[in-house]
């Protein structure tokens, strides 16, 4: 088993759409979350960071995490044509930080 | 333009051939990291600097990689006698860790190699 599931897709959307985008995790280690957003051929690219459970919101971006469920989500609202990209999740183990445990992965087309 | 910095950006070699990368991190940032990405995968970690100190390394790396960072700034990656499976894009990121710091993670674009 992968310590981090995320659907590679691709999901499709029409313009103005609300997306969401989820990874699960397998390792409670796993203590800080973050979504990064990768156009093609290109390095990512850091959209929303977070440690603890609960919301966070940036703009039309809320990054959602529940520990217990080991579960993180990512939604996009208000979407736009320029949103069409790969969004990764990624993990981090420790107060320490460290490397990166991401997923594989979920491609986004956003049509308008 | 302040942000990481690699080059080359794509490179074709032919098998058995050494290639080296380089990592220019964000200025005072202490932490640099070298990923690997293969198409549709995500990023995979091959190893990590905190200054000069080569601090982890993943257990994937072969013996044919080797890196560096000598002066606690750029950072090198060779790969010796390249072969087909060690075509991906090289991705560098770096971060400052304090002591209230988060340790937030900038990636570079990226070098893509091909071995032939």
């Known amino acids: 088993q992968k310590e981090v599931e995320q659907d590679p897709g691709p999901l499709s959307v029409p313009e103005g759409a609300i997306v969401s985008l989820n990874c699960t995790y397998s390792?409670?280690?796993?203590?800080?979350f973050m979504w990064y957003r990768q156009y093609s051929r290109k390095g990512p690219e850091l959209l929303m960071y977070t440690y603890s459970s609960g919301n966070k919101e940036d703009g039309r971006f809320t990054a959602q995490v529940d520990k217990s469920s080991k579960y993180i989500s990512l939604f996009i609202r208000d979407s736009q044509p320029s949103d069409s990209a790969t969004y990764l999740c990624?993990?981090?183990?420790?107060?320490?930080?460290?490397?990166?445990?991401f997923g594989q992965g979920t491609e986004l087309s956003v049509k308008p | 333009d302040t942000g990481v910095s690699q080059d080359p950006r794509h490179k074709i070699t032919k098998r058995g051939q050494n290639v080296t990368f380089r990592c220019d991190p964000i200025s005072e940032h202490n932490r640099l990291y070298w990923y690997r990405q293969t198409l549709g995968q995500g990023p995979e970690f091959l190893t990590y600097?905190?200054?000069?100190?080569?601090?982890?390394k993943s257990r994937l790396l072969s013996d044919r990689f080797s890196a560096e960072r000598p002066k606690g700034s750029f950072s090198t990656l060779e790969i010796q006698r390249t072969e087909q499976g060690d075509s991906a894009m090289y991705l560098c990121?770096?971060?400052?860790?304090?002591?209230?710091?988060?340790?937030?993670?900038?990636f570079g674009p990226g070098t893509r190699l091909t071995v032939l």
């Open positions: 390792n409670s280690a796993f203590q800080y």
């Open positions: 600097f905190q200054n000069e100190a080569q601090l982890e």
């Open positions: 990624a993990h981090g183990r420790g107060n320490q930080g460290g490397k990166l445990i």
């Open positions: 990121a770096s971060s400052f860790r304090g002591a209230a710091s988060t340790d937030t993670q900038y």
